[in-house]
């Protein structure tokens, strides 16, 4: 009777011990599964990029403009060389609208002769200012808070731009510098 | 021969394996289910098999790199002896397996195989169903091309709509701040390691139900299915007129495996492999990107939901199709089993099909999306332009420029997304025309800011002749003469 315990006794041990184990050998590999969330949230995603000189976006007019996305690694290709939407409004103030529509994302092309954003894939059209003209998307277009600094247009990006809550709230605010800057 | 015998013996000595398998080869199975309608489960297995094959085939060219996929498919498409034909086998295995994988299910719903004692083997099945959408959900991103890429950003929209959760999900699912390497590498491993390690697990569990209850004996009307008796009354039906697996069932499953290998091959050589389209470039925005067939229906859904609705329906329809499927062996667990007695079942499958079918067809055509190059690529047809004044032709110049041909059609020419033109003056009075093109509404964006008034009056005298020869254009009752104060 007693040794029958005793392997139990035995026995619970060794679970214990396995299953101490398997809990502090969890913790890294959750850490490492949960790693891009985590360093979205202590620091952000989000810092300033360049678009290259104010004077390579004429007043009145919206043009393409591309960045390497500030946070890349080595095997990202292409796919880190983001386009965005520059609409100068009237030589000092600025607008930038991120490519995605603000439905699914797909990328937004801008007709200059009807002034509008078109989108290919399920038919959203913005105006020129990237307010909601028609279509499925439920907002305007994505904006990235802008600074001119030393002559060269900046934008405050990292971070696919999509309809959720939170990233609207954090990462794409409507921050103009004043134009003096 | 003797020497092969020997051999034989040595091994099945050690591993005492030829008694288990011609036991299970031979087990008995109600006779008319060695029927042409129960080959679609094997089917599936036999493709399950191909793409894992073609899959490990490809995995020794493929790089899983987003700055190099799509490289490498051009290297097995082009340089790569054959590389081409695998690629295209794959391709076309994984439709073949979708079509296959929902027909079976069809077939099971409405022979009622689901019921008592077999829902376990049907939840596994329902589990295998979404790892099938989930393989080739996986397997059209690592075909990292534009569409591949623009579909990433369509799955973290959706994911993005999740309350609160949300852009922790997108992050999670991009493994980063953005669609890049990380999003690649983490949905290659999914459709490399993680969902297939799954489905054959899933499959032996699914296989092993199948052997232990038994095949689902032929439904017919009357024949109700009760717990109470269920079990002894299939053992009787088994034993009493049952025939072995091998060989009165396989030979059919063989021949329609065949046969179903055999269509594959001669499609995959025949139409080839899927792309890739264009390089995964964000920077390339002259795209219209397009899913694969099989979520062309989420894709027509997705155009035709009222903009309030899309998120509930988004997140709450699959969750509840997912509850539907899995509780409906246990609020139908018993019952009529044949078809001929199940009318709404019938029902079901037939709106199913007609509405995936529906939303595929459309989704083929999208008439949603603007024709993104109509204002320089669509003509008006001459009819519409000879014999107008100046005025009028210089509205139709407007029109062409200002890109509503990127919406409207002319002669079945351009966009879908606003009603035809070629009749719009039989419909709308001149004075509607203006507030309609100034004002937008219904699904229009208002040109009031981008046209000036000379442009305004030109376009509307054009729209004014688009009218059949035999009907007058609309006019504005109370302008009339007669009544004119």
Partial sequence: MSDVT???????????????VGFLLAIPIVGYLFSPVN????????????????????????????????????????????????????????????INCAHLGCPVRWFPQSQLFMCPCHGGVYYA?????????????????????????????????TPGIAANKTLIQIERTPPCA | MRLIRAVGNWFDQRLQL???????????????????????????????????????????????????????LQVLNHQVTLGWFIRAVHGWGSNFMLAIVLIHMVQVFLFGAYKFPRELTWILGVCLLLMTLGMAFTGQVLRFDQDAYWGLGIGASICSRVPILGPWLVQLMLGGPIIAGAT????????????????????????????????????????????SDYMAKYHELTHTDG????????????????????????????????????????????????PDYFFLWLYALLSLLPPAMETPVLLIGPAIALVVLLALPFFSGEGEKSWKRRPIAVLTILLSAVTLGTFTNLADHAPWSPMMDASTAAAIPAKYLTGRTPVEIQGALVFQSKQCHNCHSLGDIGGKRGPALDAVAVRLTPDQLVRQVLQGGGNMP????????????????????LHPSAQSPARDASLTAGIEP
């Fill in chain 1, 6 to 20: 005793r392997r139990q006794a035995v026995l619970k041990i060794a679970m214990l011990f396995n299953g101490v």
């Fill in chain 1, 39 to 98: 360093r979205g949230r202590k620091n952000g995603y989000a810092s300033w990029v360049s678009l290259g000189s104010v004077d390579e976006f004429p007043a009145g007019q919206t043009r393409l403009a591309t960045f390497r996305n500030p946070i890349s690694t080595a095997t990202d290709g292409e796919t880190a060389d983001l386009p965005c939407w520059v609409r100068n409004v009237d030589g000092s103030r600025f607008q930038v609208f991120a």
């Fill in chain 1, 129 to 161: 200012d990237g307010s909601r003209a028609s279509g499925p998307p439920e907002r305007g277009l994505f904006e990235y808070a802008f600074r001119v600094a030393g002559g060269k247009l900046q934008i405050r990006a990292g971070e696919l731009p």
């Fill in chain 2, 18 to 72: 030829s008694s288990p398998i011609r036991e299970t080869m031979e087990h008995q199975i109600p006779r008319e289910t060695s029927s042409w309608f129960y080959v679609f489960g094997s089917a599936a297995l036999t493709v399950l098999a191909l793409q894992l094959v073609t899959g490990i085939l490809l995995a020794l060219i493929y790089v899983p790199s987003a700055g190099e996929a799509w490289n490498s």
């Fill in chain 2, 184 to 227: 690649l590498s983490r949905f290659f491993a999914l459709h490399v390691f993680v969902i297939p390690g799954l489905l054959i697990g899933f499959v032996g569990l699914h296989l092993l139900l199948v052997l232990k209850l038994g095949i689902n004996e032929w439904p017919m009307p009357g024949r109700v299915v009760r717990r």
């Fill in chain 2, 243 to 290: 025939v072995p697996f091998w060989p009165y069932g396989i030979w059919k499953d063989a021949i329609f495996s065949g046969a179903i290998l055999l269509c594959i091959a001669a499609c995959a050589l025949y139409f080839g492999p899927f792309g890739p389209s264009g390089q995964p470039d964000p920077r390339i925005i002259q795209t219209v990107p397009r």
């Fill in chain 2, 446 to 465: 208002a040109y009031g800011k981008n046209l000036n008034p000379a442009e305004t009056t030109a376009l509307v005298a054009f729209l004014e002749t």
